[in-house]
């Protein structure tokens, strides 16, 4: 199989959230495959160690990488970041809106913890791909943007309002996205949708320090998405060592279903169909 075209040696890929987890792992691998890669981070302090584990695995080391110390939901700082990518290494064919955080809330907390995980997740994501496209549009090669959903944003399990909102909004407005970008004559560009399944990252680590079992290492997902996009997949799901993609496409049916079947919302975690799911998944 062959790698997605946006994939050329020499090109430039910016990866945000890159300085841990599922980005950390995207730099490496998109400057292990010859791109010249800008991480983008708020964590300025995991930049300096991040540069260089991307540099290790670039064709000429540091002169091929780049860290910018921004947040994504600063519109500003990204069209900054863009304009010193530019600069420095040519037109992106590559863009991943990863960044993230999940601090855990309900549908009725805190309004200012909602803004700001929706200023992060989603219009992070937003600001994002809308800063990078035109020029990548314009430069007329192909080019990918890929941004980072989560199953959360797709079957929401309850627990965590905020979170699953965010990234019910990256699924749709990445959609939306990839559907303008195909209608545009002879656009290169396309979009994708990363979503990972339980991985051992920064968002693991504040809960456990040793990997569970039940998670896939970083660079798992980046293997699946690399794989995914050069079969041109626009939705990359990722399996884990407990989940598999038959149990993850019952489960999308299953919550699709609640609404074609009038039933409860989220009825998978309704008591009263407790029995009814555990039947279906069996089946
Ligand atoms: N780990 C999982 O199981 C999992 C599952 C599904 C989706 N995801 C998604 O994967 C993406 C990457 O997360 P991860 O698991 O690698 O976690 P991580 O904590 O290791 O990496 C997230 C990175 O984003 C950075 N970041 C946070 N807020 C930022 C901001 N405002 N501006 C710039 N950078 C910012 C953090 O500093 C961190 O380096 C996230 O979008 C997350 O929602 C993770």
């Not at 913890?113 to 035109?134: E, T």
């Not at 975690?269 to 069996?282: E, G, L, Q």
Request: glycine share 10%.
């Amino acid at each position: 199989m062959s790698d997605h075209p946006a994939f050329v040696a020499g090109g430039a890929a910016v990866v945000t959230g890159g300085a841990s987890g599922i980005g950390l792992a995207a730099a490496e691998r998109f400057a292990s495959m010859g791109l010249r890669v800008c991480v983008a981070d708020i964590n300025a302090d995991a930049l300096a160690e991040a540069g260089n584990r991307v540099a290790a695995k670039a064709a000429n080391g540091a002169a091929d990488v780049m860290t910018a110390p921004i947040d994504v939901s600063d519109r500003a700082a990204l069209e900054g970041l863009r304009d010193a990518v530019a600069d420095r290494f040519g037109d992106v064919t590559v863009v991943m809106n990863n960044a993230g955080m999940e601090p855990v809330g309900k549908a009725l907390g805190d309004a200012d913890m909602w803004q700001r995980i929706l200023d992060v997740n989603l219009w992070g994501v937003i600001h994002g791909s809308q800063v990078f496209a035109p020029a990548m549009i314009e430069a007329g090669k192909p080019a990918v943007i890929i941004n980072t959903g989560s199953k959360q944003g797709i079957t929401c399990p309850p627990g965590n309002a905020p979170y699953n909102v965010s990234k019910a909004g990256v699924k749709v407005f990445t959609e939306q996205l990839a559907h303008e970008l195909r209608s545009i004559e002879g656009c290169q560009v396309g979009a994708a949708l990363l979503v990972p399944g339980f991985t051992f990252t920064g968002f693991t680590r504040v809960h456990v320090q040793e990997k569970p079992d039940g998670a896939w290492e970083p660079e798992q997902v980046i293997d699946e998405m690399v794989a995914g996009l050069g079969r041109g997949d626009f939705y990359i799901i990722c399996e884990d060592n407990e989940v598999t993609r038959d149990v993850d496409n019952k489960r999308i049916l299953w919550a699709a279903q609640d609404i074609t079947e009038n039933r409860p919302p989220l009825s998978r975690w309704h008591p009263d169909y407790a029995a009814a799911f555990a039947d279906y998944m069996k089946g």
